[in-house]
């Protein structure tokens, strides 16, 4: 058999059933066995490689399938990576494939040749080239593995005409459907060092558990929700990992770390006397630079991950603990003697969390009711979360919507509703990304946010929703800027800005160019029936909202809010010297 035609295969019968991606002169054979196999696997053309790979990754965070993106040589294999770096850091299953020059013109300075093979090593769990046309098949099924099992992770494979065009045996084609979702397989954790920390747990005075994205990896937000709730004990997030918990649970506390945080949740952090951190890297995002909680003189830690590296990596851990969230989780309830005891001993904290829950939502809803111009975001949020259902996707660029959503959008329900990219933050993610969301989960709603920076860099993919006639409700955030950049030359470069500001731009026109139905929103009072409008529609609809930029509403970002703090307080000192 044909080396493409035995990589399809090998695809389609380990449950590939969608791929994203866009042909180049490289890979014709390969299209052509996409082609034969279309009954089995829908290919999805892009306007762009990265936007591939943006689609496969959210394809992937969505529907717990292995997510594939393809592009060709060259620039293609140049364009595709960002996407690729991104699955790999958030631990998300992805297989990149790109068709590579002959393997005999190695060498001679053939047009697009690359050495494919170290590009993506830095950016992947694991890659090859594959040279010959008979290991095609063994290639494709270790990529398909290494992506799903372990910690979920990125694979790519470099795949020359001459191997793609070659001719493979074909008692060696088969595929293994076991490892086409992710976790393929699951790993028990040592049940002593589980008793260890069902001891420290029953023994802490102020507990609080930490959940990050390997809890929604391993779909354990059930065993989660049952622990923490059956010892009262309190839950924060990280930003991947927000859905851990229902958000409505009295153990939610909401996000923690310094994007998109409740301050009341930070403060639970800090005072806390064990941190049991469940399916998170303890990255800097999260921990606030690694002072949240003290890593020195702060609470003992408990650390549960899939990843053995990451135990201990940032903090001294009392019970490191290796292996799958839903299997350690289970095991850790079932190890807690008397659970009832320490429930109710710890109740009077989850009152008085509740209480400053309460407290918080009723400030948020303050925000939410202002009339000024430019809209506040949090108005768009509010709107939002009254409007969309419960199971609705949605998916936002790292910029502005990001602090919003993480702290204003609450999640009445368990498992990943909002995918948001936060290992390396690449702007143009959320408009191609609807679009993977789309295909992981079809008859449920999708909605893209977006900010007119990252609009310029992903517009393309406008044309690719309504070429598929995708009922996509995208919301662009519109501050005329690189808000995040700008909001940090206003706050620690003395308001001098430099390279960050735009033309003004008629961006629902342009919408409608691409065939969606836009429209513009100025006014405060128009929000919620211009949103209302655009999911009744039933198309694709663009809705851009002309919303306050970082610089006079400073989002929920920790830092941000201290320098505000310290900006208005040094005004305040000086106005009054000034006054005297």
Same mark, same amino acid.
């Given at each position: 058999?044909?080396?493409? !035609? ?6 389609? /019968? ?18 052509? &066995? ?5 009954? +089995? $696997? ?14 496969? =990754? ?11 993106? /393809? ?48 590009? *993506? +090593? ?28 372990? +910690? ?51 023994? &802490? /005075?102020? @507990?609080? *558990? ?50 998109? %945080? ?18 998170? #890297? ?67 904290? $989850? =009152? ?6 309460? !407290? ?22 509010? &709107? ?7 199971? %609705? ?37 959320? $408009? ?11 008859? #449920? ?6 900010? =007119? ?28 800027? *690189? ?33 969606? !139905? ?10 919620? @029936? ?18 306050? &930029? ?14 505000? /703090? ?15």
């Amino acid at each position: 058999m044909q080396g493409a !035609r035995a990589l399809v295969r090998v695809l389609a /019968e380990s449950g590939v059933e969608h791929i994203f991606g866009l042909p180049g002169d490289t890979g014709m054979s390969f299209y052509e &066995a996409l082609r034969e196999e279309r009954e +089995r $696997i829908t290919h999805i053309m892009t306007r762009d490689e990265r936007s591939a790979s943006f689609m496969a =990754d959210v394809y992937a965070r969505v529907s717990g399938r292995l997510g594939v993106c /393809e592009g060709p040589s060259g620039g293609g294999a140049t364009y595709i990576l960002p996407g690729v770096a991104e699955a790999q850091g958030s631990a998300i299953p992805l297989l990149c494939l790109t068709s590579d020059t002959p393997v005999r013109q190695q060498g001679r300075g053939v047009l697009t040749e690359l050495d494919q093979e170290g590009l *993506f +090593r830095p950016v992947t769990k694991w890659n090859t080239r594959v040279n010959a046309a008979d290991t095609l098949a063994e290639a494709a099924r270790r990529a398909v593995r290494m992506a799903t099992t372990g +910690r979920p992770g990125a694979t790519h494979l470099s795949l020359p005409t001459d191997t793609l065009e070659g001719e493979t045996p074909d008692d060696g084609i088969y595929g293994t459907p076991e490892f086409g979702r992710a976790p393929a397989l699951r790993t028990r954790p040592d049940p002593a060092l589980v008793q260890r920390a069902a001891d420290l747990l029953t023994a &802490a /005075e102020r @507990p609080v *558990f930490v959940a990050g994205g390997g809890v929604l990896a391993s779909g354990a937000w059930a065993e989660l929700t049952a622990l923490a709730e059956g010892l009262a004990v309190p839950v924060a997030t990280s930003l991947n990992g927000k859905g851990s918990v229902a958000e409505t649970s009295c153990v939610a506390i909401g996000v923690v770390g310094g994007n998109g %945080a409740r301050p009341y949740a930070n403060a639970c952090v800090a005072d806390a006397d064990l941190v049991v951190f469940v399916g998170t #890297r303890t990255d800097s995002t999260t921990t606030c630079h690694w002072t949240l909680p003290n890593p020195v003189a702060g609470p003992a830690v408990v650390h549960v991950d899939v990843e053995p590296w990451e135990l201990g990596n940032n903090y001294p851990t009392v019970a490191p603990i290796a292996g799958d969230a839903k299997l350690a989780l289970a095991d850790l309830l079932a190890a807690i003697d008397r659970p009832e005891v320490v429930h109710a001993r710890n109740q009077a904290r $989850i =009152d008085a969390l509740v209480a400053e829950r309460d !407290r918080y939502w009723a400030d948020v809803e303050a925000q939410a009711g202002e009339r000024s111009r430019p809209i506040k975001p949090q108005r768009v949020v509010r &709107a939002l979360r009254e409007l969309v259902e419960d199971d %609705a996707v949605i998916v936002a660029d790292p910029g502005t919507p990001t602090p919003y959503l993480g702290a204003q959008y609450e999640l009445r329900r368990p498992g990943r509703t909002t995918v948001i990219p936060r290992a390396h933050g690449g702007l143009g993610y959320a $408009i191609p990304g609807v679009v993977g969301a789309a295909y992981a989960a079809p008859g #449920r709603r999708v909605v893209g946010m977006t900010g =007119d920076g990252s609009f310029g860099m992903a517009v393309g993919e406008l044309e690719t929703v309504t070429r598929y006639g995708l009922p996509i409700v995208i919301i662009q955030c519109s501050n005329g800027s *690189f808000g995040w950049i700008k909001e940090l030359q206003h706050l620690y470069h003395g308001d001098r800005y430099f390279g960050v500001d735009f033309n003004p731009v008629d961006y629902a026109a342009i919408a409608r160019g691409f065939g969606f !139905r836009a429209r513009q929103v100025v006014d405060p009072e128009e929000v919620r @029936p211009a949103l209302a409008e655009a999911l009744a529609d039933g198309g694709p609809y663009f809705l851009d909202i002309v919303t306050e &930029a970082p610089m006079t509403e400073t989002p929920p970002v920790a830092a941000w809010i201290e320098a505000e /703090e310290q900006r208005t307080a040094v005004a305040s000192v000086h106005g009054g010297e000034r006054r005297r």
